[in-house]
């Protein structure tokens, strides 16, 4: 059969599709993001959404399920915090049709706040935990994934990490399995959460465990390759392909891919088969704390360690003392840390709010988190999603606990981010009358995971026109009675609305709206700013906004017309008008 070469995202869209699932929702997360961006090539088959936060998407997916179909969710792995609620009700009243939560994990943290491993999230919950090794896996353990859930009564953790989900190997695809919907009926006793129905269904939780257990035993999920007596190695995942390459060919492996429960019994038979064992996996010794509770004995994180990515040459080195051959080229790579792109409109915001020292900016997460690095130096703190409003009003509760008038707090969120967990904050700052000014950063698109749509963009992932709820309307339904809406890239009406958000004396809000210079599906005004060089003093104040195109070149201030979009921030703070915009 003719092979495609596919991402694991890719593939476990492929995967949805094959498996016959029906409901798909999801909130952007990297390095989940790719499986959704695919998923509506099969909308003929199958219905794909953007969810406004990771908890909708699970309670969405999930009553999907209880509705009779086949239903997947996909999240980065600290969304599964945010969905955590139903997913553990989930696990107690099990599914009709199968349910299945992708939860994407981030070794090393390329773009994410932890490196939280999401593998304990199932022993927590006490539901089938299933790990793919390469894009073949991604597409056809999804399907067996769907045949576990209705088969145990469970949802489903298909766990990924970012190089499952980025890495591309060769699929060979299957055609569609169309899974005759379960008719709905109503059950209160299986569905309806009270404390008495849970206590009888906590019993049904462990017994199902241990069926789980036994399947583990026979699951094609689970595979030995015997090779040899004097070493052998249990591993999943990515790690397996790691462990191939970094250990001797008489190696034989224990290749899991349904790691919870562990299927002891089958690890302690081949455990019995060699001389040495070693437990190979990313972050935390999941594995190996179970196998030596089951007095197993084994190597594993004494050797390999706890923290960040594993590769083939870490492997060897942490196992076998072998280092890898290096050699110096005598050339160092330049620092390159992330940086606003030229015209964000981010940046104007972050420069007025810099400049105003008596001010303390609560961060979040997305593009706007990078108002932190220098030269605009302008957040003060980033925790979590929506905790631009809520650390916020907890920092200016404290500030006004100790008398502290001297310093306002403006918490910061985007606008995908304010429908995410915005809003709850919004309504504790007006609630609780924050001495607190919540700004939202409107750039009309969820820019940082790649551009994907949101309740406030006017457009479905399925392409199709939707209700743009706006911003200052929410706003105003909570009772802001003050509402600044500014273009951030003027930077004297930015100024001005900051002031008179300071001076407000009824409850005020700031949107800052501009759209991102990157959505295509916008008609951008972009021109060019150039320096007159003889204008020029060669004062630095251009480098102060912190812009990718502006530089200095023979002690002058120069613009890299390859870069430059004609924003106009730069011209604004130059002191004796030595920038201007042509336009194009």
Not at 274 to 281: D, Q, R, T
Request: hydrophobic content about 35%; overall charge neutral.
């Amino acid at each position: 059969m003719e092979k495609h070469l596919l991402s694991g995202n890719e593939a476990i869209a492929r995967g949805a599709y094959q498996a016959g699932v029906r409901v798909c929702s999801a909130y952007p997360g990297t390095p989940s993001t790719e499986i959704f961006e695919n998923l509506p090539k099969y909308k003929d088959s199958l219905y794909c959404e953007w969810a406004p936060n990771e908890k909708v998407a699970m309670e969405v997916a999930y009553g999907a399920s209880m509705g009779g179909v086949r239903s997947l969710c996909a999240m980065k792995h600290v969304g599964v915090n945010v969905a955590a609620d139903p997913m553990f009700t989930a696990a107690y009243n099990g599914v009709s049709g199968g349910f299945v939560i992708i939860s994407a994990d981030d070794p090393s943290m390329h773009s994410s706040q932890n490196e939280q491993d999401n593998r304990h999230y199932a022993r927590a919950a006490k539901i089938a935990l299933v790990e793919p090794a390469d894009s073949q896996e991604c597409c056809d353990f999804l399907k067996e994934a769907y045949e576990i859930s209705e088969k145990f009564d469970t949802p489903v953790i298909f766990r990924t990490t970012t190089r499952v989900s980025h890495s591309k190997s060769l699929v060979t695809f299957k055609e569609r399995e169309e899974v005759e919907a379960k008719p709905y009926e109503k059950n209160v006793a299986k569905f309806v959460c009270t404390p008495a129905n849970a206590v009888a269904h906590r019993p049904l939780v462990e017994e199902r465990l241990k069926k789980l257990a036994e399947y583990g035993k026979t699951s094609c999920l689970n595979r030995v390759e015997m090779k040899g007596s004097k070493i052998g190695v249990v591993t999943a995942s990515i790690a397996y392909e790691y462990a191939k390459d970094a250990f001797p060919e008489d190696t034989s492996f224990l290749k899991l891919g349904l790691t919870y429960p562990l299927p002891i019994d089958l690890i302690r038979d081949f455990a019995s088969k060699v001389e040495k064992l070693y437990i190979v996996e990313e972050l935390d010794g999941f594995m190996e704390e179970q196998i030596k509770a089951a007095g197993i004995d084994c190597v594993g994180k004494d050797l390999i360690g706890n923290m960040y990515e594993l590769n083939p040459q870490l492997v060897k080195e942490r196992v076998f003392g072998v280092k890898p051959e290096t050699k110096d080229v005598g050339v160092k790579a330049v620092s390159r840390p992330p940086a606003l792109c030229p015209g964000c409109p981010h940046r104007g915001f972050y420069y007025v709010m810099s400049k105003n020292k008596n001010v303390i900016v609560t961060g979040d997460i997305g593009c706007y988190t990078l108002g932190a690095a220098p030269p605009l130096s302008a957040v003060d703190t980033c925790v979590c999603m929506g905790g631009g409003f809520t650390a916020g009003m907890g920092i200016s509760k404290a500030l006004e606990a100790v008398g502290r008038t001297d310093k306002k707090v403006f918490g910061v969120v985007g606008d995908s981010t304010f429908f995410h967990s915005g809003m709850t904050g919004a309504a504790e700052i007006i609630y609780n009358r924050g001495r607190m000014i919540p700004v939202v950063l409107d750039n009309s698109i969820t820019g940082m995971t790649g551009h994907q749509d949101n309740p406030g963009s006017g457009y479905t992932l399925q392409g199709d026109i939707a209700e743009a709820i706006r911003i200052e309307d929410v706003l105003k339904s909570f009772g802001y009675q003050n509402i600044i809406i500014v273009d951030p890239q003027d930077l004297k009406a930015m100024q001005k609305a900051v002031d008179d958000a300071l001076a407000s004396e009824v409850p005020a809000a700031i949107i800052t709206r501009r759209p991102c210079l990157l959505i295509k599906r916008i008609k951008h005004d972009v021109g060019k700013c150039a320096v007159d060089r003889e204008k020029c003093i060669g004062c630095k104040k251009c480098l102060s906004v912190g812009c990718p195109a502006v530089m200095m070149k023979d002690g002058k201030s120069y613009i890299d017309p390859n870069q430059c979009v004609g924003c106009t921030v730069c011209a604004q703070v130059c002191p004796v008008g030595a920038i201007t915009r042509k336009e194009n």
